[in-house]
């Protein structure tokens, strides 16, 4: 008798139990408390945003308010330079004072310039359709850019072989043949221009390159072997004709002057049909390693010579 009546005495807890079971599930599956007011703040429809080089960033918020009829009758967007000046309503950079108005995407920041590099600090205050304002949103904030190209300041850094590095310090000109100007009048679907200059070596070579391209296909020739030829260039139809032919030189270089010469075939009536009546251009660079590790560079210039 006695422990059946332990057993009975355990009902009304084991019932107890349950009602605090559902009543801890029903608490889980209700949804979070709604937000009032502002949320979800953009700059220039970014979420806290890196880099931004806009001088007049623009504000974007949506309002929160589920009861009928709700709607937004003013704004205020405040700019700070921290969180803690934001959260004291302190907008030490920018306040737009409350605008009635019921815009809230694309608000353009008016205040002083903004610096480079800079993490600005924002938020909105909302006034409903009785004028009453809602909490202030949460903060949010952005990031300035460089804002200019004068504040840039680093170098390009990166692996180059001693031939790359020649041939990006190279001063190579692009040059022209002044008889050019003339492709209508020949009737012919192409023109041929040469190209000459001297190339003095002081040292025995160890390997050389030579890095050319011209409108639209290009011939090399060093000491009269020819070393570079045509089918190394796609007419400009097919590939962009700035793009360098790269060509081992260095068993045709000697001591002494060499004779460098670079032949240019410009075709005269383009892929629609119509005849062209531009200055092709041509740009080539010799680039030589000594046999003592030294390098140098010989480059297209005013001073060669011309010939059609």
Same mark, same amino acid.
């Given at each position: 008798m006695k422990t059946l009546a332990i057993?009975? &005495?355990? !009902?009304?807890?084991i019932a107890l139990g349950f009602v605090f079971s559902v009543a801890s599930a029903d608490r889980a599956r209700q949804p979070p408390a709604e937000i009032f007011g502002p949320v979800h703040l953009r700059l220039d429809n970014l979420a806290t945003p890196l880099g931004i080089d806009d001088p007049a960033p623009r504000f974007s918020w949506q309002l929160s308010d589920p009861a009928p009829g709700a709607r937004q009758t003013a704004y205020e967007v405040m700019v700070a330079s921290s969180p803690e000046l934001l959260n004291q309503g302190k &907008?030490? !950079?920018?306040?737009?004072?409350?605008?009635?108005?019921?815009?809230?995407l694309n608000v353009q920041y008016r205040g002083p310039a903004l610096t480079p590099s800079t993490r600005y600090?924002?938020?909105?205050k909302l006034w409903n359709s009785i004028g009453k304002s809602y909490p202030q949103s949460h903060g949010s904030w952005w990031e300035s850019g460089?804002?200019?190209?004068?504040?840039?300041?680093?170098?390009?850094i990166g692996y180059e072989t001693p031939e790359e590095a020649t041939v990006r310090s190279a001063p190579a000109e692009w040059i022209v043949n002044p008889d050019a100007r003339s492709p209508k009048g020949q009737d012919r679907p192409e023109q041929r221009f040469?190209?000459?200059?001297?190339?003095?070596l002081a040292k025995p070579v160890r390997h050389a390159a030579l890095y050319a391209t011209g409108q639209d296909t290009v011939s090399a020739w060093i000491n009269g072997a020819q070393v570079a030829t045509e089918a190394k260039l796609a007419p400009s139809n097919q590939m962009p004709w700035r793009k360098f032919v790269r060509t081992e030189v260095g068993s045709h270089l000697s001591v002494g002057k060499n004779a460098l010469a670079i032949?240019?075939?410009h075709y005269v009536v383009n892929p629609n049909g119509a005849a062209t009546d531009d200055a092709p251009p041509m740009i080539a660079t010799l680039v030589v390693e000594y046999t003592d590790g030294t390098w140098t560079s010989f480059s297209s210039s005013k001073q060669w010579k011309t010939a059609t």
């Open positions: 057993k009975n &005495a355990m !009902i009304p807890l &907008a030490d !950079i920018w306040d737009s004072g409350r605008i009635a108005s019921q815009q809230s600090f924002w938020c909105v460089l804002m200019s190209q004068d504040a840039w300041h680093a170098q390009w040469d190209y000459r200059a001297t190339v003095t032949e240019t075939l």
